[in-house]
């Protein structure tokens, strides 16, 4: 919080004394010899300082010092009039030169005498308020007169004009303000004070002429002030021009409002919030030689943030609905040349900001919390926001909200993706003004996305960097082998077959980033529409056609169920076949639904179901692999591989090779170690939690079960566990205590660590791979038409399970740069596919 400087306060205090000291000063060097009064005159005098002295707020002392000072004969009665009534605290009350007669009248005589009020008016209209003062007082006592014997008529205003002072867009007063005025006058004895709630301002003066010689007596003048030596609240700002002819003219500057700022630094992580009730909260930053970075992240909901100059001027707005980051940027600032412009001293780099809530916001009830991140680049490290005070190639220095400083490389360090960024991303066909969907749906984070025209002629682009106007977004189309550039809002005619465009966002720094848009209209010149695309529904098309521009080598195959989608939607949302975890996601359980496993697998939403069932939201490299076929590939599968899903994992290390056992596993039963070592994190959990994977199971010590195989759920505690034990030691029918010799081809019992593996993967192979369900998501959802019943035979009951092994699969390929291999999927088809996809609750 700032506060009003103490000598900009006592200016207006001591004005009258200095004005009093300045008239003995005066008195003194004219010599005037002035003679002792006598008591008459001296009574007549001290009433006249008195009813002067009340025309102001001059107190009970500082009249009696005026008194003693006219009867001393330091100064003279007319003197002490003068200085009084054309002092600023007099002429801020905007007296007319009615009022003024009058109260020189009541000075002089104790009451407004009409007939001295006229003659007072009559010199008024010849003279200025100074000799009008002095004749009126001589006309009483000649011995009390004015020192000097003022004459003439003295500098004359007219036609003044004062601007208000800009509010910004929130209605509120920061920087450096410049109020700009006008005004005529005749000669150039004319000065003006700056005011604010009615003291006397420091402030620097300009002042120009009329350049072009038409009117010498027109003038203009510009006042500088700092609203840092101002209190936060409301505050009346205005000028007063007083000219040598005694009068004064007030002129409003209007109303403002001077917020209430926190003081943040650069390199500081800060916590903050919007306090409720309130539509925002300000801050200042002194950026010292260096440009302004401002970071928000870890919202509690969308925020609207705007950054202005040291002279309070609007620099821009940012605000990124549905974004969780918000940024500021600012270029240092002319410090040097502000100072100059202004007069002001000590000039610094500031920087204001003002954080409100978004303008969809119609809650003001609750807090808006927030994190301020003052450095370039900020980071997520270690469950905290941190600064990036110095970002290396290599490693990066941290420093969190306590001033602790880290050094980390830089791909563990979190860096957010703030910079060379986009927020919005909108795609309309021009022929219908509608946007168009482009796959997958805009997200900041993903760079790529395809689009199959179709009916579609012709597009037009919007789009918007996080960084907003401090970034720039240069859009271009690649087609036929020619390059064009294109404006936003554009209307670009699709040409036949592939067009690429590309959107590189330039931060406010330089740096740069790209996302690309995939787009066929028609056939393509390679062959994939004939060959793949026209062999799946239309609405696939986007999304394999973005994974073919990006994956080239991958072969996409469909698989047609011959059932409808609601009729496989419906199987799969009932009899606990599709369950999800609800202290993961509490979101996604169906409303009173029972626990089908401890401790909280419950029934998932019709919709959840839904989503992970439809094949269309999962095209994308990272998540197509619930589709990959499962069966061993040597050009594909390594040791190395399988040790990188491991990695970290109860697998990594110990008494055991794992990514050996698994490796050779796979071989034997035909089945992708990679899938395997998925499988067995999947069922026993990153760090082994499950007692199945150490053969603890109490009352089955030493038999493992790594997939677990046999452990169907049940309502008791446990259940599942001990059903997995039971199916190792003696295969499905526990209670006969028999190994049948199908199940000693799958090495029952499973005694070690080696055959509960090996053995496992043979089962899953006799039972999933050979029989069909040779995809995660075949083995989730038993839709294939092979004369079968149908939903019955799925490996497992937890709805996400395709989807997150299928990514599993994608980090193991991804870290051993398997990614581009020929990989072959295949795809489920429905019939009556639902036209909307992708959402979840």
């Not at 001296?42 to 102001?56: C, E, I, P, Y």
């Not at 780099?349 to 409100?356: A, G, H, I």
């Not at 799969?572 to 697998?601: H, Q």
Request: charged share 25%; proline share 3%; hydrophobic share 35%.
């Amino acid at each position: 919080m700032f506060v009003r400087r103490i000598e900009y306060i006592a200016v207006s205090a001591l004005f009258l004394v200095l004005g009093v000291v300045l008239a003995v000063i005066t008195a003194i060097s004219l010599d005037t010899g002035i003679s002792d009064p006598d008591r008459k005159t001296l009574k007549t005098a001290d009433d006249m300082v008195a009813r002067a002295g009340s025309l102001t707020s001059l107190s009970e002392d500082e009249v009696k010092i005026a008194k003693a000072r006219v009867e001393d004969g330091l100064i003279s009665c007319g003197d002490y009039v003068i200085s009084v009534m054309t002092s600023p605290e007099y002429l801020l009350k905007g007296i007319s030169d009615e009022q003024f007669a009058s109260d020189l009248c009541t000075v002089i005589y104790g009451e407004a005498r009409q007939n001295e009020v006229n003659y007072i008016l009559g010199d008024l209209k010849k003279c200025s308020r100074v000799v009008a003062i002095d004749r009126a007082i001589a006309l009483e006592s000649k011995k009390l007169r004015a020192s000097g014997n003022p004459s003439g008529q003295g500098s004359v205003i007219s036609s003044v004009s004062l601007e208000k002072t800009a509010d910004s867009a929130e209605q509120y007063t920061v920087g450096i303000k410049e109020s700009k005025g006008s005004y005529t006058a005749t000669g150039d004895e004319v000065r003006t004070d700056f005011f604010v709630d009615g003291s006397l301002f420091y402030g620097y003066l300009k002042y120009s002429v009329d350049k072009s010689g038409n009117n010498s007596n027109y003038k203009e003048f510009v006042l500088s002030w700092d609203t840092a030596d101002c209190a936060p609240g409301k505050h009346e700002v205005y000028a007063l021009l007083r000219s040598s002819d005694g009068r004064g003219t007030v002129i409003s500057g209007g109303e403002i409002m001077i917020p209430e700022k926190l003081i943040i630094e650069p390199g500081s992580v800060e916590e903050s919030f919007i306090p409720a009730g309130k539509p925002n909260s300000w801050y200042m930053i002194d950026c010292k030689e260096e440009n302004c970075y401002i970071n928000f992240a870890g919202l509690s909901e969308d925020i609207r943030v705007s950054l202005y100059d040291l002279k309070g001027e609007l620099i821009g707005t940012n605000e990124n609905p549905g974004i969780p980051y918000a940024v500021l940027r600012g270029k240092q600032q002319d410090t040097q040349a502000v100072a100059e412009e202004t007069g002001i001293t000590g000039v610094s780099n500031c920087f204001y900001v003002c954080v409100s809530r978004a303008s969809s916001s119609d809650n003001t009830e609750n807090d808006v919390r927030f994190t301020m991140i003052q450095s370039r680049e900020g980071a997520y490290f270690d469950g905290t926001y941190m600064a990036v005070t110095d970002d290396g190639s290599g490693n990066v220095k941290l420093r969190d909200m306590a001033n602790n400083t880290y050094e980390v490389e830089r791909e563990k360090a979190g860096i957010l993706p703030i910079n060379g960024t986009l927020s919005s991303l909108l795609m309309a066909d021009y022929t219908t003004a509608k946007n168009v969907d482009l796959y997958p749906k805009f997200d900041y984070l993903v760079r790529d996305y395809g689009f199959y025209a179709g009916s579609t002629k012709g597009i037009a682009l919007r789009c918007a960097a996080l960084e907003g106007y401090s970034a720039n977004v240069k859009i271009t189309a690649d087609y036929d082998g020619q390059e064009r550039e294109l404006t936003q809002g554009e209307i670009f005619e699709l040409p036949q077959g592939e067009t690429l465009i590309t959107l590189t966002v330039t931060s406010f720094d330089g740096y740069s980033d790209s996302y690309n848009i995939y787009l066929l209209n028609g056939n393509d010149s390679g062959g994939f529409y004939q060959n793949t695309l026209s062999k799946f529904p239309t609405s696939y098309y986007s999304g394999l056609w973005l994974l073919h521009n990006l994956k080239p080598s991958y072969v996409f195959k469909p698989y047609y169920t011959n059932i409808t989608f609601n009729t496989a939607l419906e199987a799969e949302s009932s009899y606990g076949r599709s369950l999800i975890e609800k202290s993961s996601y509490p979101n996604y359980v169906k409303p009173n639904s029972k626990v089908y496993d401890k401790p909280d697998w419950m029934a998932a939403k019709s919709e959840v179901v839904s989503y992970f069932m439809d094949p269309r939201n999962f095209f994308t490299p990272e998540k197509i692999f619930m589709f990959e076929m499962l069966g061993f590939d040597p050009k594909v599968h390594t040791v190395d591989g399988v040790r990188e899903i491991i990695r970290g994992s109860f697998m990594d290390g110990g008494d055991h090779d794992y990514a050996q056992i698994i490796f050779e596993a796979g071989k034997e039963a035909g089945v992708s170690p990679y899938f395997l070592a998925s499988r067995i994190i999947q069922e026993m959990g990153y760090k082994g939690e499950s007692a199945l994977s150490r053969g603890e199971v109490t009352g089955f010590e030493g038999f493992y079960n790594f997939y677990n195989i046999g452990a169907y759920a049940t309502t008791e505690p446990g259940g599942a566990v001990i059903n997995g034990a039971k199916y190792a030691q003696w295969g499905k029918d526990w209670d006969s205590k028999e190994i049948t010799d199908q199940e000693a081809k799958f090495l029952l019992p499973w005694t070690s660590v080696d055959k509960a593996i090996k053995g496992g993967a043979k089962w899953i192979a006799s039972g999933y791979i050979d029989k069909g369900q040779n995809t995660l998501y075949f083995q989730k959802f038993d839709v294939l038409d092979d004369g079968t019943e149908k939903y019955n035979h799925q490996y497992a009951q937890n709805i996400m399970m395709a989807y997150s092994e299928g990514k599993r699969y994608y980090r193991s390929y991804d870290s051993i740069g398997m990614t581009d291999a020929g990989f072959e999927f295949v795809i489920p088809v429905y019939n009556f596919m639902p036209d909307t996809y992708g959402r979840l609750p």
